[in-house]
């Protein structure tokens, strides 16, 4: 459901560059506050450029991680996958999801009796606007129980197997991994991707750690491929992205030769 606007999202403001990025994994560790060092830096370095927020959390999570300068700082912040949309502290829009019954069950199930994995923390279903973010380990387990899952998960790929069932027996919905311990549901399209049609610019420049098939950035970082001007940085956590910006962007919009057309970056 859309809410009333003082700006109307429907009309986009042209511009010449954007940068987006996301939030956990690209500008912080997982569900960690950004470091004070990088905070400061980045805090300059949006200063007087189009910058958007386009994270899998929710803002009250976003807010435990990111300061005000940061939160207030960019043009606007994309939450629980581009379904909900601030300015500053100011709520745009967001959307609504009735999971379907049949799929609340079957995350039960798979928590209580299919998945191979023993722990279980509490809060293993959350309603986010427009999504639900599910963890078998559960969202109160702590940062040791936390890391403990994302290494058996490695290896045993619960997450993306988990992933896929839900995708095929619901045709609707996309199921994608997000941080460490979840996965991100929601109705299809109703992605990072929908972030795009509010925004009219001709270069786009994308920073995110899950730009892989089945992960939350995959659709937004394909959709951004498809303009005529872009880049895709996908990092392995906010040490590359500082780095580039450092290197790429500091004081001035980039003057790499590589930078002109359609570049996108794997980190190792
Ligand atoms: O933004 C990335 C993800 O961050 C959290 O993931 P996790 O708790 O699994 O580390 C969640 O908020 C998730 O929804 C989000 O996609």
Redesign the pocket.
């Known amino acids: 459901e859309r809410l009333k606007m003082s700006w109307n999202l429907d009309n986009p403001v042209p511009g010449d560059i954007v940068f987006i990025f ?4 690209t500008l912080t560790p ?2 960690k506050s950004i470091t004070p060092e990088f905070c400061k830096f980045f805090e300059e370095w949006i200063t007087g450029k189009e910058v958007y927020l386009a ?4 803002m009250s ?1 976003l807010r435990e991680q990111l300061p005000e300068g940061i939160l207030h700082g960019v043009k606007g912040v994309y939450a629980s ?1 581009g379904n909900e949309y601030y300015v500053k502290d100011n709520i745009f829009y967001k959307n609504n999801f009735e999971p379907p019954r049949e799929l609340v069950l079957m995350l039960n199930d798979h928590i209580n009796n299919k998945s191979e994995y023993q722990k279980r923390y509490g809060n293993h279903i959350e309603h986010r606007s427009g999504m639900l ?1 599910f ?1 078998v380990v559960g ?1 109160n387990a702590s940062d040791e129980e ?1 890391l403990k899952y994302y290494k058996w998960d490695c290896v045993s790929k619960e997450r993306e197997t988990l992933a896929r069932e839900i995708e095929h027996m619901f045709p609707d919905i996309e199921a994608t991994v ?5 996965i ?1 549901i929601y109705p299809k399209g109703k992605d990072k991707s929908q972030i795009l049609k509010d925004l009219n610019y001709n270069r786009y420049v994308f920073f995110g750690d ?1 730009q892989q098939p089945g992960g ?1 950035d995959h659709s937004l970082a394909m959709a951004i491929r498809k303009k005529s001007r872009f880049e895709t940085h996908n990092v392995k956590g906010y040490k590359d992205t500082w780095k580039t910006l450092k290197s790429l962007y500091l004081g001035k919009i980039c003057e790499n030769e590589n930078c002109g057309g359609c570049v996108c970056v794997e980190y190792q």
Request: overall charge positive; hydrophobic content about 10%.
């Open positions: 996301d939030v956990d994994g997982a569900r994270s899998g959390s929710d999570k996958c973010n963890s969202r936390r997000g941080g460490q311990i979840s991100d899950k939350n």
